[in-house]
């Protein structure tokens, strides 16, 4: 570009130029004749700069200011060319730093101070963009090393799961193997049990009924066979009566009185006495069990320990027979041994409630057990499992993201960095997430592409956060520049719920560009 411009002016002195000409488009300003830059009118050279306007483009007034969208070039040697509108020309304020839109000695020549203070500046800008360029060397070495860590693990999690996957599916395979007869003897252990108890609730019945007969008895104190109402009131009022004095009275104002609708109702009584005296042993005996798992003090201190085992078999036998520790309020409990000791004995047995954890016949409990350490190995090997696959899903996760051409980016992934403004706190977590206020204002999507339809890996974009009341979801577009530290330089909402960072970056740094392309520039 340099190049061209001193052939150019090989050709051109500047100082021939007409005012307020580009020295780059000396040529046609060339000759006798002048052409309008756009080509649509030719006339003597004469008619540029004759305070007339020629051309429709204005090109023939650059140093006056007769065309309305002219333009008027100033050079300003030692900073930069620049062109202001040639409505500005001569009008008394200086807007070229080399004064040339000014009559001479109106303006005082400034370029060279300003060219100083460019080149100081830039010099800056390249010393901090050199000094990002090395940190970001160090950041492509460690996002490489990292990427291949990935790679291998990888390649070592999917190997392990496949393994994994394989004991697991045997194992899957086995258990529903052995979980179909375990189910069904269960089963069929059920089915046994429930006949059992309801063999025993009938044989208990039957024991009830003829409770109540002789309860009857007691009520027919005349022993005419016939219930009167005076004998039921009077029955009634006895302390140890099993009906309630309310059952009592209803019966009696019901008129006629049914000597089996009363044993059905004293059968009934009885009935659910028993049930209530077997829930609250039931429930004491859970009490029990609970306070000998609870380590006591004559464990802990080196004496004999009482046998806690024993204390349980004294509440339940082998055969799950009961063992009395508190009678019931209540039950009348003397009322079966009243009637036959040693049947009280045995039906006492018989309905005693069922033991918390069943009992099966050795055959069921073999397959059962066969079931439950096939389930065992199973939940260990499926636990393997998922927690291998997550690790390689983990892995799979962060080997998706683009981390930049030379993975330069991937150290700022765990980082987050903040920016307050007047308002709000603004946060960033590369590759993850956006926030305002801990609202999140977008979620890490992806790089956008320039223009050119290239990745320039200069924009992120941050999307799908809360949703804006009335409004969009929130989203956030981060520009990535070069900077010595890694910074959000800025923190914007340039339209409802579209914020915009700034942020630096030596990720960003690119090699300095040597000197001769940033003397070009200026
Ligand atoms: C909050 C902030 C703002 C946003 C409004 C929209 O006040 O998230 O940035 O513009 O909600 O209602």
């Not at 080997?399 to 903040?418: M, P, R, S, T, Y």
Request: hydrophobic share 30%.
């Amino acid at each position: 570009m340099l190049l061209v411009c001193i052939a150019v002016l090989a050709f051109v002195p500047v100082s021939s130029l007409p005012r307020g000409a580009n020295p780059k488009q000396a040529n046609l300003y060339k000759g006798s004749q002048f052409q309008c830059a756009d080509g649509s009118q030719s006339f003597p050279m004469e008619y540029v700069n004759d305070d007339y306007c020629d051309c429709q483009d204005g090109s023939d007034e650059p140093g006056t200011s007769a065309c309305p969208n002219g333009s008027f070039f100033c050079i300003n040697k030692q900073f930069k060319g620049q062109y202001i509108s040639s409505s500005r020309v001569d009008d008394g304020i200086c807007d070229c730093c080399d004064g040339s839109d000014e009559v001479s000695g109106h303006c005082v020549n400034n370029c060279k101070e300003l060219g100083a203070h460019i080149a100081e500046e830039a010099k800056k800008i390249r010393r901090e963009q050199a000094i990002g360029f090395q940190t970001r060397l160090g950041y492509v070495a460690d996002g490489k090393a990292a990427k291949a860590r990935r790679d291998q693990d990888i390649a070592v999690f999917a190997a392990e799961h496949e393994k994994l996957k394989q004991e697991l599916d045997e194992r899957k395979a086995y258990k529903e193997q052995v979980e179909g007869p375990a189910k069904e003897a269960k089963e069929a252990a059920k089915v046994e049990q429930e006949k059992i108890e309801a063999e025993k609730k009938a044989a208990e019945k039957e024991k009830t009924k003829a409770a109540a007969e002789l309860e009857l008895g007691r009520i027919d104190k005349d022993t005419d066979g016939v219930i009167s109402p005076d004998e039921l009131l009077e029955y009634g009022k006895s302390e140890d009566a099993i009906l309630p004095y309310d059952d009592v009275t209803f019966l009696v104002e019901g008129g006629e009185i049914e000597t089996a609708t009363l044993v059905d109702m004293i059968q009934t009584q009885l009935l659910s006495r028993k049930t209530e005296k077997e829930r609250v042993e039931a429930e004491e005996k859970k009490k029990e069990e609970k306070r000998a798992k609870k380590p006591k003090l004559r464990d802990i201190v080196p004496t004999p320990p009482a046998p806690v085992e024993d204390d349980e078999e004294d509440l339940w036998g082998e055969d799950g027979k009961k063992i009395e520790k508190q009678p019931v309020d209540d039950f009348d409990d003397d009322f079966y041994e009243d009637m036959d000791d040693e049947e009280d004995e045995e039906e006492d047995d018989s309905v005693a409630p069922v033991r918390n954890t069943v009992s099966y016949d050795p055959e069921t409990q073999k397959l059962i057990d066969v079931f439950e350490e096939a389930e065992t190995l199973y939940n260990e090997a499926k636990n393997r499992h998922d927690g291998v696959k997550r690790q390689l899903d983990d892995v799979k996760k962060l080997n998706n993201i683009d981390f930049g051409a030379e993975e330069e980016f991937f150290v700022l992934k765990g980082q987050c960095f903040e920016k307050r403004d007047e308002q709000y706190t603004y946060k960033l977590c590369p590759f993850d997430r956006s926030d305002q206020d801990g609202t999140n204002i977008g979620r890490w999507d992806s790089w956008e592409l320039g223009a050119d339809g290239v990745n320039h890996y200069n924009v992120m974009m941050y999307n799908k956060g809360n949703s804006c009341w009335q409004g969009p979801q929130r989203s956030t577009r981060v520009e990535v520049i070069c900077g010595q530290e890694n910074q959000i330089i800025s923190a914007s909402e340039p339209a409802k719920c579209e914020y915009a960072y700034v942020f630096a970056t030596p990720a960003a740094c690119t090699k300095v560009q040597d000197e001769t392309e940033i003397h070009d520039e200026l």
